[in-house]
């Protein structure tokens, strides 16, 4: 009996420490439940609360899934940030100070609170660590009132804030809390969204189809009107338009809204684990179940990956992942006044497809100048594809007819080169038996004349799985050889 007992409880173990991330050097670990997505970095975790296995069991459970997002910052970080010495202790002042203002029915921000000044955190992002709030509501927090309050959730001490707002149809929530151990600060945050409250009803959507089908076979001066130039201010004063975001009030919301949406944020808490940090940095690292590898990547990479588990078809992963600098200016250096500028001119225009063009050349010419790595991996396993059997089958014949035709495609491919892309050179690699074939492709490029890459494709598939990876980089970065190392090894 006391062995049952004891296996009962091993198998337990193992279950929670199958379904719940990890950072040692962090220190905390979170209950994620094997989430069908989810992302990595240094400073960042963020997954849905939505399991790869329910996925696919009830897609309406997508229209209320929730981000999680947790963030963490040392003391050193706290200190850049604030300006001044921080610890739990500070924290836990901060906190006390905050409550008594909340009991006493006064406006937090009647008093300073640095903890809450959120700008100071996005100036922090370079370092790794990447906020909802700087991000998703950098030059929008004026316009929204949010709710700061203080209180145990899940036992943890918490200084809340939260946002309730309507933008375009769809209402979004989003809650971020933080709290603070061992002398670290920790933002958990959570966004939900919910896409029925202020969709449009059926019938005003068939209203709105029935007036702009008279309007256009009875208004030939409004249709004239629609192709005429609309300068860049305008388009830009309309994109803004459909991503402004209106204050709600909780009142207006429906209850089992608010209490899915305060449940998703609470259990993100109650999964939320803090204890004593190592001295060793976590390494960045993403499995794939299917292919049986793991990739351990550089120490500013992020990855994210996608995880779906079709119900008695195996599971699919699709994994990218790059380096989270190279995205970040890469969006930094992104003229938007000149993609304004190109969505102002009417499509029938002459010079339409020419500024097209030379939007597309100066947008891809930016995005190469800042961007030098990205890889790709995609695995499916518990395969029951008869056209897999029967490669495996026949390896010889079927190599030589696979070779030849990859071989003859890339031969053309490099035929074709242009000014956008050119193939230089590549190399084939080809093995088959009957327990597994492996493609290898290894190719020299030249995107917009001036930009070199490296390009492996690796192609293997057994009796089980398939999996397919890609690595590009450019062919003057150094990139770091276990990485390489790994790269070349991803297949069966």
Same mark, same amino acid.
């Given at each position: 009996m ?8 091993v ?7 199958a379904?719940a991330?990890e950072n040692s050097?962090a ?6 439940g094997?989430p ?8 960042v ?9 329910k996925?696919?069991q009830?897609?309406?459970d ?10 963490y910052? =040392?003391?050193?970080?706290m /200190?850049?940030?604030l300006? +001044?010495?921080?610890?739990? !202790?500070?924290?836990?002042? $901060?906190? %006390? *100070?905050l409550a008594?203002l909340?009991r006493?029915?006064?406006n ?7 903890l809450?000044?959120?700008d100071?955190?996005a100036e922090?992002?370079?370092?790794g660590?990447?906020t909802?709030?700087?991000k998703?509501?950098k ?5 929204l009132t949010?709710l700061?309050?203080t ?10 804030i939260s946002?309730l ?5 769809v209402?979004v ?9 061992n ?8 966004v939900?969204?919910d896409?029925d409250?202020?969709a449009?009803?059926?019938?005003e959507k068939?209203a709105d ?8 076979? =009875?208004?030939e001066?409004? /249709?004239?009107?629609?192709? +005429?130039p609309?300068s860049? !201010?305008?388009?830009k004063? $309309?994109? %803004? *338009?459909a991503?402004e975001?209106e204050?709600?009030?909780?009142r207006?919301?429906p209850?089992e ?7 998703a944020h ?5 999964g939320?684990?803090a ?8 390494a960045i690292?993403?499995?794939d ?8 990547l550089p120490?500013d990479w ?13 599971t699919?992963?699709?994994t990218?992942?790059s380096?989270?600098k190279?995205?970040?200016?890469v969006?930094a250096n ?7 500028s190109?969505?102002?001119i009417?499509?029938?225009d002459p010079?339409?497809?020419k ?11 930016n995005?190469?100048?800042h ?6 991996t995609?695995?499916?396993d518990?395969i029951t ?5 029967e ?5 010889v014949?079927?190599?030589?007819a696979?070779e ?6 890339l ?5 074709f080169?242009n000014e956008y ?11 088959f038996?009957?327990?597994?074939a ?10 917009l ?6 390009n492996?494709?690796l ?8 999996t397919?990876m ?18 070349n090894?991803w297949h069966?």
């Amino acid at each position: 009996m006391k062995k049952i007992t004891a296996l009962a409880a091993v198998l337990v173990l193992c279950a929670a420490h199958a379904s719940a991330y990890e950072n040692s050097y962090a220190g905390y670990s979170v209950k994620d439940g094997q989430p069908y997505y989810k992302l990595e970095a240094k400073k960042v975790y963020a997954y849905t609360n939505i399991s790869s296995k329910k996925v696919y069991q009830n897609e309406e459970d997508l229209k209320n899934t929730a981000v999680n997002i947790v963030n963490y910052y =040392t003391a050193e970080d706290m /200190e850049q940030i604030l300006g +001044e010495k921080f610890s739990t !202790a500070y924290f836990d002042a $901060e906190y %006390e *100070k905050l409550a008594l203002l909340e009991r006493s029915q006064l406006n937090p921000k009647t008093v300073p609170a640095p903890l809450l000044e959120l700008d100071k955190y996005a100036e922090h992002d370079s370092n790794g660590n990447l906020t909802i709030q700087s991000k998703v509501l950098k030059e929008k927090l004026e316009k929204l009132t949010p709710l700061i309050k203080t209180g145990k959730i899940a036992g943890k001490k918490a200084i809340t804030i939260s946002y309730l707002y309507k933008q375009g149809d769809v209402l979004v929530k989003i809650d971020t809390s933080l709290v603070s151990a061992n002398d670290r600060l920790y933002l958990l945050s959570t966004v939900n969204t919910d896409q029925d409250l202020y969709a449009p009803k059926k019938d005003e959507k068939s209203a709105d189809a029935d007036a702009d089908i008279d309007e256009t076979d =009875t208004d030939e001066e409004n /249709e004239e009107a629609k192709t +005429e130039p609309k300068s860049a !201010a305008s388009v830009k004063e $309309e994109m %803004e *338009k459909a991503l402004e975001v209106e204050n709600v009030f909780v009142r207006d919301v429906p209850a089992e809204t608010m209490q899915r949406f305060d449940k998703a944020h609470t259990d993100l808490l109650k999964g939320f684990k803090a204890f004593a940090p190592t001295s060793t940095p976590k390494a960045i690292s993403f499995t794939d179940a299917a292919a049986g590898k793991s990739v351990q990547l550089p120490d500013d990479w992020f990855y994210g990956q996608l995880n779906l588990k079709y119900k008695d078809k195996g599971t699919f992963y699709l994994t990218l992942a790059s380096s989270l600098k190279e995205m970040q200016e890469v969006a930094a250096n992104t003229d938007y006044d000149s993609i304004y500028s190109v969505l102002a001119i009417p499509q029938a225009d002459p010079e339409y497809q020419k500024k097209v063009t030379e939007l597309y050349s100066s947008g891809a010419r930016n995005v190469l100048q800042h961007w030098n790595h990205l890889l790709i991996t995609a695995s499916v396993d518990n395969i029951t594809d008869a056209e897999i059997k029967e490669l495996l089958s026949t390896p010889v014949a079927n190599r030589l007819a696979v070779e030849s035709f990859i071989s003859e495609g890339l031969q053309r491919m490099k035929g074709f080169s242009n000014e956008y892309f050119a193939l230089k050179d590549y190399k084939t690699n080809f093995d088959f038996t009957q327990e597994k074939a492996l493609i290898g492709i290894n190719a020299d490029t030249d995107l917009l004349k001036d930009f070199a890459y490296n390009n492996k494709i690796l192609l293997s598939c057994n009796q089980k799985a398939a999996t397919a990876m890609l690595f590009i980089k450019k062919t003057d970065v150094i990139t770091e050889k276990s990485l390489e190392q790994q790269v070349n090894e991803w297949h069966f």
